[in-house]
């Protein structure tokens, strides 16, 4: 499946997104930081 979306975050804002689903992201102005969390399944 493709899906094609776009998202206007303002300061303070966070987008989740789930592990195995590929993206790309693309920022057009400002800057942006990347957090990777890994939790163990039980």
């Known amino acids: ?3 094609e979306e776009e998202h206007v975050l303002q300061i303070g804002d966070s987008l989740l ?3 195995g689903v590929g993206h790309s992201l693309i920022v057009e102005s400002g ?5 990777v969390f890994k939790i ?3």
């Open 1 to 3: 499946m493709i899906v």
């Open 17 to 19: 997104i789930p592990t």
């Open 31 to 35: 800057s942006y930081s990347q957090w």
């Open 40 to 42: 163990d399944k039980q």
